[in-house]
């Protein structure tokens, strides 16, 4: 008999597998999908391999096939086993990962009454009214449960099922998405000649004999205004037939891009693309990783377009990731303009629908390239030679939930899984991928000049304005008079302004001015912000909302003050200081709709504003030339945060704003505003100077134990009681301390237990540890976490 081990879609499987025995006649391969008996229930499985021999004695077998044929590749099942392995999370959680959209389906159970005319005197209330509620019907559990309540209901069922009072069964719930099927209509080969007709049906008739083709059902009526009756009485004369077509739900819109060609490479970028190609070719060892380390306007999507056009001519095809915030329309045009209707499109933008019709075209090998966020590096592309990350340093690419995983590590091990060569592109890289790359793992490209608007471009000149200088001076305007007057003379020259503010909002607190007292979510330790629209309160981390009070809620005083800035203040502050001067607002309160980015995009590349506010949306992937001036409002946003990497974040955000400025043949400027300009993250980027930073931040690193010289674990508890949060807390420090000990391990130290930053989130407490040392993973691997702990392995922020 054949065993397979099977990953089950439970909470309680964690990070093992399930030995199942595979029924006779039914044929499994590896990366099928399955229903298999767990418990009392039968859920959804994957089968992850197959073995003549079970890892426990005891089994039951497989309850069903779901689907003839596997659902995972077996490039996708090593990748999802090593993402469970690595960042210790639960295997189905990783295995979800590289499932088909809309493919978790939960198992309903049905009852029907096994001895239906037997006494039932022996059986208790709950029981026998379970019994009545049943009847002679097959019912689902559901409307037991909605009788007695689900306690109730499960204890009295699993009694009546042992037994021999009820038989169960389980269905799989409904299919959520399915391909789209479009109503056509069409003329049969017996109307060839003219009927004689009249009225809507004639108008019909000649409307589809003109076009000579299938037409939807629905475009047929919009053009002649016939209704169904009409086309009915057709069809019942033989003259025309309905069919049921699938048609593609297309996320691209291809009206108005213009195929494009290759453009003539510099003697750097022509570089990097010999190196890229060279690492295509067949040889021993695993492929390349690269680090394209090129200035913002330096030309890298155009290396990264020659070298997928290189890899489509090899007979393979490309991945591509970009992160979410910069997968503008903009950017997905340029793709799609060297690849017409070869590029498909995966982020979360997308409905269920189109990524189903996305991933299962994928699947089928119609795409050459696959372009982006962080979940598109789990698409089914076959014959996989290159994967390109762009702006690779973006913490965005790591998952917030379960599993931990970044895109970058996932995509290296992809890669080496399937023989494909992977790009890292940045203008401001990670400090570990670059120290990775001077350490020798990757190898490093350089692009040191803008190709735009012209080879050898100057990067715009930048100017760092200290804000306490303009306090000073008597300037107590969010605008310093250099930015201000930059601003003036961007506007009258006709040209395009980009004000940069990583904070949305209005007031970022409200404080009394009697008592001090602040406005918080009650659910989160954290003030709420001020939102100008709709004169709301609203929480940015667990999106509590509440009116403003008209006094204080602790002294009643009615003197509340609004403190701090937002991109909604800084708007009204545009409006009047810059009251001619027209203008966009791009941040999250306003792209909740689907196109919103689009729209705001299109108008701003239409000249329809001369200035745009935004957050870190207006940082990446923007690519305007009449954008002459950058004006970063506030540089300190995140320079003083508790976090080792404050410094690296602050002089990306600073350098990638910085590098909007300038594409045109006019030039650009950049003004920063900040309260601390001697730090080195920001005399780094005015000068434009990436190796400069990296060489201080790097020493910093070492000195103080911090990556890229250690590998870190974040382990963080959280409870709705501070107490229990904390004694937990300490007694998950006392287990590791002592597993360090009964195991000699040396080089491990551990930081905490402490309040998390944000110590209540919605409505629990939170505690963490630090672990620090060279393999967490590995040293962690045996130890039990119970419910309420998250590990994230190599987090990127620690806040």
């Given at each position: 008999m054949e065993y397979a081990e099977v990953s089950v879609n439970s909470p309680v499987a964690r990070r093992r597998t399930f030995s199942y025995a595979v029924p006779p006649g039914m044929t499994l391969h590896p990366g099928q999908a399955v229903l298999v008996p767990f418990g009392e229930r039968v859920l959804q499985g994957i089968?992850?391999?197959?073995?003549?021999?079970?890892?426990?004695?005891?089994?039951?077998?497989?309850?069903?096939?779901?689907?003839?044929?596997?659902?995972?590749?077996?490039?996708h099942l090593a990748l999802a086993r090593w993402i469970s392995d690595y960042y210790l999370a639960p295997l189905f959680d990783a295995v979800s990962l590289v499932l088909p959209p809309g493919f978790e389906r939960k198992a309903l159970a049905f009852l029907r009454a096994a001895r239906p005319d037997a006494d039932v005197s022996s059986l208790n209330d709950d029981q026998r009214h379970v019994l009545d509620v049943v009847g002679s019907q097959r019912v689902a559990l559901r409307q037991v449960e909605k009788a007695l309540g689900k306690r109730k209901a499960a204890a009295a069922v699993s009694a009546l099922v042992r037994q021999g009072w009820l038989e169960r069964s389980y269905e799989l719930e409904p299919v959520r998405i399915k391909p789209r099927q479009e109503l056509y209509i069409s003329l049969t080969e017996s109307a060839a000649e003219l009927p004689k007709l009249s009225g809507k049906t004639a108008v019909l008739y000649e409307f589809l004999k003109e076009i000579s083709r299938p037409v939807a059902w629905a475009e047929a009526r919009k053009q002649t205004g016939v209704a169904k009756a009409a086309a009915s009485a057709l069809e019942r004369r033989g003259l025309v037939t309905f069919s049921e077509v699938e048609v593609r739900r297309e996320p691209i819109s291809y009206d108005g891009i213009r195929p494009s060609s290759p453009l003539s490479l510099t003697t750097a970028q022509k570089s990097a693309f010999d190196a890229i190609r060279a690492g295509m070719q067949d040889g021993p060892?695993?492929?390349?990783?690269?680090?394209?380390?090129?200035?913002?306007?330096?030309?890298?999507?155009?290396?990264?377009?020659?070298?997928?056009?290189?890899?489509?001519?090899?007979?393979?095809?490309?991945?591509?990731?970009?992160?979410?915030?910069?997968?503008?329309?903009?950017?997905?045009?340029?793709?799609?303009?060297?690849?017409?209707?070869?590029?498909?499109?995966?982020?979360?933008?997308?409905?269920?629908?189109?990524?189903?019709?996305?991933?299962?075209?994928?699947?089928?090998?119609?795409?050459?390239?696959?372009?982006?966020?962080?979940?598109?590096?789990?698409?089914?592309?076959?014959?996989?030679?290159?994967?390109?990350?762009d702006e690779e340093h973006e913490w965005t690419y790591k998952q917030e939930t379960s599993p931990h995983y970044h895109a970058r590590d996932a995509a290296i091990r992809l890669a080496e899984l399937a023989g494909a060569v992977v790009v890292l592109g940045s203008a401001t890289p990670d400090v570990t991928t670059y120290y990775r790359a001077q350490q020798g793992d990757f190898n490093l490209l350089t692009l040191p000049e803008r190709v735009v608007p012209a080879v050898g471009a100057a990067l715009p000149a930048v100017e760092v304005v200290d804000m306490r200088e303009e306090l000073k001076a008597g300037n107590r305007s969010v605008f310093s008079r250099s930015l201000s007057g930059a601003i003036n003379e961007a506007v009258a020259a006709r040209e395009q302004?980009?004000?940069?503010?990583?904070?949305?909002?209005?007031?970022?607190?409200v404080q009394c001015r009697h008592c001090g007292f602040v406005l918080r979510c009650r659910r989160c330790e954290v003030p709420l912000a001020h939102h100008i629209a709709g004169d709301i309160l609203t929480c940015h981390q667990c999106n509590y909302k509440t009116r403003v009070p008209q006094s204080c809620p602790n002294c009643a005083s009615r003197q509340l003050r609004f403190l701090g800035m937002g991109t909604q203040k800084l708007e009204q502050e545009v409006k009047y200081t810059f009251p001619r001067a027209r203008h966009l607002r791009w941040d999250s309160d306003v792209t909740a709709g689907r196109s919103a980015h689009e729209v705001i995009l299109r108008k701003f590349r239409d000249r329809e504003a001369e200035i745009l506010i935004g957050t870190q949306m207006v940082a990446k992937g923007l690519d305007i030339p009449s954008v002459t001036l950058v004006g970063v409002v506030s540089a300190d946003t995140s320079l003083n945060l508790p976090d080792f990497r404050a410094g690296e974040r602050t002089f990306q955000l600073l350098s990638q704003v910085a590098g909007r400025a300038g594409r045109g043949k006019a030039g650009g400027?950049?003004?920063?505003?900040?309260?601390?300009?001697?730090?080195?993250?920001?005399?780094?980027?005015?000068?434009?100077?990436?190796?400069?930073?990296?060489?201080?931040?790097i020493e910093y690193r070492r000195q103080l134990h911090n990556p890229p010289f250690v590998r870190l674990a974040r382990l963080l508890y959280a409870h709705p009681n501070e107490a229990a949060s904390r004694r937990e807390a300490e007694r998950m420090q006392e287990v590791l301390l002592g597993e360090i000990n009964a195991r000699g391990i040396g080089g491990i130290s551990i930081i905490g237990p402490a309040p998390a930053f944000i110590q209540r989130l919605r409505g629990r407490f939170r505690w963490q540890l630090v672990l620090r040392g060279p393999e967490p993973t590995s040293f962690l691997a045996g130890i039990q976490f119970p419910q309420g702990w998250t590990v994230d392995i190599d987090p990127v922020s620690l806040i």
């Open positions: 089968v992850i391999e197959l073995a003549p021999v079970p890892a426990v004695p005891d089994t039951r077998e497989i309850a069903g096939v779901i689907g003839a044929e596997p659902v995972l590749s077996s490039h060892g695993a492929p390349p990783v690269f680090l394209l380390h090129g200035v913002t306007g330096s030309g890298k999507t155009e290396v990264y377009l020659q070298a997928l056009a290189e890899a489509v001519r090899r007979g393979k095809k490309g991945i591509v990731l970009v992160p979410e915030i910069a997968l503008t329309p903009q950017t997905i045009e340029r793709f799609a303009a060297r690849f017409p209707r070869r590029v498909a499109v995966l982020h979360s933008r997308l409905s269920l629908g189109e990524q189903f019709d996305e991933w299962h075209r994928i699947r089928r090998g119609e795409f050459d390239v696959v372009i982006g966020s962080r979940s598109a590096i789990f698409a089914p592309q076959p014959d996989l030679g290159l994967v390109i990350i302004v980009i004000l940069f503010l990583n904070r949305r909002g209005g007031a970022t607190t400027r950049v003004v920063i505003q900040t309260f601390s300009p001697e730090h080195y993250a920001v005399r780094a980027a005015a000068r434009h100077d990436y190796v400069a930073f990296y060489e201080e931040e």
